[in-house]
């Protein structure tokens, strides 16, 4: 579902900002959710309303079995806010979208976010990572505490490609959910023409990830 100004002002707090999750994440993350999520979480599910055909096509049970040398997919990468949402720039397409991690788990994860296209060689090595977590743990790759080898894995293979998995980003880590910090330098290191965007890495109160969003397992 794409999203304007025009639907978020209604959602916004005194400091201007949007708030995607309450603030007991702990207790109620995929449970309860505030009166903006409640909103958008059925149109944003479904896929006729997705930006482009590119995200239909990536999300399908028998995906990863259909990749082939010609297939220009793998991964969708996302600058992403997980949290809070500032004022977002007119520059880019903005959608509301919800997607299925945590293999077996079926966790849901809604962002409001902006599709970019990752540099070749970061599309290659993160595509090579969801394939390698593509049904982890025999489906089960909930979390970061699921089992952390299969976290300090994923940490060190971002960290192989200059990029950095803090608190924050390790949160959102599950099957199919590979989260990285979003800074001016990571941004810089996964994309070409992203000035428009660099400085809503900078707001503290508001801090995107870069997500890159893969096939679930179940």
Not at 4 to 14: A, G, M, N, P, Q
Request: proline share 6%; with cysteine; aromatic share 8%.
């Amino acid at each position: 579902m794409l999203v304007e100004e025009s639907i978020l002002k209604e959602y916004r707090d005194t400091d201007g900002l949007c708030r995607l999750k309450p603030e007991n994440l702990r207790r109620y993350r995929h449970t309860d959710y505030p009166k903006l999520l409640e909103a958008l979480a059925e149109s944003a599910s479904r896929p006729n309303l997705m930006r482009d055909g590119r995200l239909k096509t990536v999300f399908t049970w028998t995906y990863f079995d259909e990749l082939s040398d010609n297939a220009d997919q793998g991964v969708v990468a996302m600058l992403a806010f997980t949290d809070v949402v500032p004022l977002l720039p007119v520059t880019r397409d903005w959608m509301a979208f919800q997607h299925q991690g945590g293999g077996h788990a079926c966790q849901q994860i809604t962002v409001i976010a902006t599709v970019i296209d990752p540099k070749p060689a970061i599309k290659l090595a993160l595509t090579e990572i969801a394939r390698s977590n593509y049904h982890a743990l025999d489906g089960w790759f909930e979390g970061p505490e699921t089992d952390p080898a299969t976290t300090q894995r994923y940490i060190a293979d971002i960290e192989n490609l200059g990029l950095t998995c803090s608190d924050q980003a390790r949160g959102e880590l599950c099957e199919s959910v590979y989260p990285v910090d979003a800074t001016p330098r990571s941004m810089k290191v996964c994309f070409e023409d992203i000035e428009d965007l660099i400085y809503l890495t900078e707001d503290e109160r508001a801090k995107p990830l870069i997500l890159f969003l893969s096939s679930n397992s179940d």
